[in-house]
């Protein structure tokens, strides 16, 4: 699956800005609702399907006092994102925005930011470590092996 042009949009303006800034940006987009609804409407275009696991995470973004909820359950390599509470869950990952963002950028690594306290499971650890794979920022990945074939 291509990478969509939000993503790199989103690489873009927030790559390397600092927490005030990212939630700044957010802002004059229209603020974290609809910044994060159009995440996870475009998050069935960015997943992998090579990658996907069959399950049901549930999302908590978080912004101030404000929080989103999000479901989304991928199966046979299909993803479908609700907005409301993932009771059944076989893993939440709750975040604050700028590292939400961050990581859906591949500025940040998931699991280093949960190890060090910026990113909480409530779950299947192992497979909230898988996530990032199923979305992979293929640019990114291009750019690493271009430098290294220098």
Known sequence: MPVTEERRFLAVM????????????VKTLGGLEP??????AL????????????CVLGWEITEGDQ???YRTEIKNGELIADK?????????IVVTLPEFLRIIIEE???PKEYVLGKLKVRGDLVLA?????????????????ARAAG
Request: hydrophobic share 45%; proline share 5%; no cysteine.
């Open 129 to 145: 470590y898988q996530v990032p794979l199923m979305f992979p920022f293929k640019e990114k990945e291009a750019a690493a092996a």
């Open 84 to 92: 409301k509470s993932a009771d059944d869950a076989t893993a939440t």
């Open 67 to 69: 929080t989103i909820h």
């Open 43 to 54: 998050m069935p275009q960015e997943l992998d399907q090579s990658k996907a696991k069959d």
């Open 14 to 25: 927030i790559g390397g800005k600092s927490d005030e800034d990212i939630v700044d940006f």
């Open 108 to 110: 940040v690594d998931a």
């Open 35 to 40: 910044v994060i609804d159009l995440v996870f």
